[in-house]
């Protein structure tokens, strides 16, 4: 059994790399609820939808996010009855935000809710939500205090960030499926998703921490800087806002006490000594994915990896 | 100021006819709303999107029912969801009833939702929900009773009908801007809808015969039965299941104390003594709409009805 923690795109794509090399079964994504929210009346899970499409196969290649062969009438129509559409949700994938807020307002969990759907999908991995509570990234910028899809995507992650707070966070507790997953993990997997605003509000629900610690199997995280960039997103520019180092020391740093071991690329081969300073195990590789052959051959390197952690 | 009354797609077209030969914000269109429901979470309104769709030019002009140049990705997921999909909506039809169902459920009232949209479309019109409280149709067969769309849609209404019941019709009141636009008519017409489950629930409204006869306006109605035949839906079989005569007659039998003339088509005109013995004025002409030259010429004419009716 193994548990990956992810957020959205990047993580995604490991994510299925883990899929793919894994028997049927023995995978399970722990996946951040923090930047869910609520637009046109619906219950929209952004990261969820990203890994559940990735790993079903159904992901928009071009864009990472979304759904393949996507058409937009329903947005047309919702623009010409006064909406926003800065968030764009195709007809696909507005099936999954109806669907998705049906079953919530019938009475069921957003655990159970992932549940249905990839059963429905025929997915052979378990994706969790982190927690079922909700909770909401709010992101402190010069331009002031925005909900994180009006930052990230309305804004286009340009805003400095000074600040980041994850409300709700603290009535956010340990759901029995995570536990379990956690408790019977043989590696832990964290994606090369965003530190602060994927992995961040994953580590920050009351228990995760603890549980990680409890499993004994090797926790290993792939660093999403490479080079001191971000492979995607703003989690460069994040990192430097709130004081860190944006480069794969800086994400080792971060995971400090957490983590056995941070796989690295080439590009940083030279903060290699500086993480094992940390008394982190390192794997030096190319991190950066770009096809799917690259996320088959990164899962079962960082899975490798993983098991020379735990030696 | 003219009001008409109307269900779905018959009582569309003839709206539709009233719409364009009218100058612009004279028509009024008092909808039935008895025939609403939810489905997968959302507010659906079968005959006000009908009426509005078929106003706008928006109107699948095969089916009647539902947007031109529609897709179906949506209800193909939902499908795969496990949704059942008899009720056919398709991905622009679906963003009216999000943006609905988001309104409905921020607060506005069915009244305000409409006009939200009639504004959003440019309408020239104004739409009105016969009231803003929920009634639900209920249709006795002898395999059970239905809501109405599972009688109508699911199962294509091939049910016996044996009884009718308007559940919450004792809470439905006027609305004020039903009463304004009834005090303000000079002529009323109920269109060709079926007279027991479109017409039947915007009359049994408390207060709508009572406002109908204060008006002082001629009140004509156009039948939506020719030569013992429904035009469309179920409305004949419907009438005998009911004990009513399923014919011109039979319907002027039904309006017979409400409305000063009935427009019957030719194929009925040896029943044109027997309606006037009811004490009511017939129009008798081509009442079948086949194209929209058809709906604007019935219009006028059920107009100029309406004005001898006044004499």
Chains 1, 2 share one sequence.
Not at 68 to 95: H, K, P
Not at 221 to 246: C, F, N, Q, T, Y
Request: a negative charge.
């Amino acid at each position: 059994m193994i548990v990956a923690l992810a957020g959205g795109v990047g993580g995604a794509k490991l994510a299925q790399g883990l899929y793919r090399v894994l028997p049927p079964d023995t995978l399970t994504v722990i996946v951040n609820t923090a930047d869910d929210f609520e637009l046109w009346g619906l219950h929209i899970s952004p990261d969820l939808d990203t890994v559940m499409y990735t790993l079903a196969g159904l992901a928009n290649p071009v864009t990472g996010w979304g759904v393949v062969d996507e058409s937009w009438q329903a947005l047309a129509m919702l623009r010409r009855y006064g909406y926003e559409t800065w968030f764009q949700i195709g007809d696909r994938d507005l099936a999954t935000h109806v669907a998705r807020s049906d079953w919530l307002r019938q009475g069921a969990s957003l655990t159970e809710v992932t549940q249905r759907f990839t059963r429905a999908l025929g997915l052979r991995a378990q994706l969790l939500p982190m927690c079922d509570a909700p909770v909401r990234t709010l992101v402190d910028t010069p331009a002031g205090r925005f909900e994180f899809q009006e930052y990230f995507v309305r804004r286009q992650h340009r805003d400095a960030v000074r600040g980041i707070e994850l409300r709700g966070i603290e009535q956010a507790q340990l759901t029995s499926p995570v536990r379990a997953a956690l408790a019977a993990a043989q590696a832990v997997v964290i994606c090369p998703s965003n530190p602060i605003v994927s992995i961040g509000p994953i580590l920050a629900v009351s228990g995760m921490r603890a549980a990680l610690h409890q499993t004994g199997a090797p926790v290993v995280a792939v660093s999403p800087i490479v080079g001191g960039k971000a492979l995607r997103g703003p989690a460069d520019r994040m990192l430097a806002g709130l004081g860190h180092e944006p480069s794969a020391l800086g994400v080792a740093r971060i995971y400090a006490g957490l983590i056995d071991g941070l796989v690295i690329d080439q590009a940083d081969a030279e903060q290699r000594a500086a993480i094992e300073a940390l008394g982190l195990r390192v794997l030096v590789t190319d991190a950066v994915m770009r096809d799917e052959e690259d996320r088959r051959r990164l899962a079962e390197e960082t899975l490798a990896f993983a098991r020379e952690c735990a030696r």
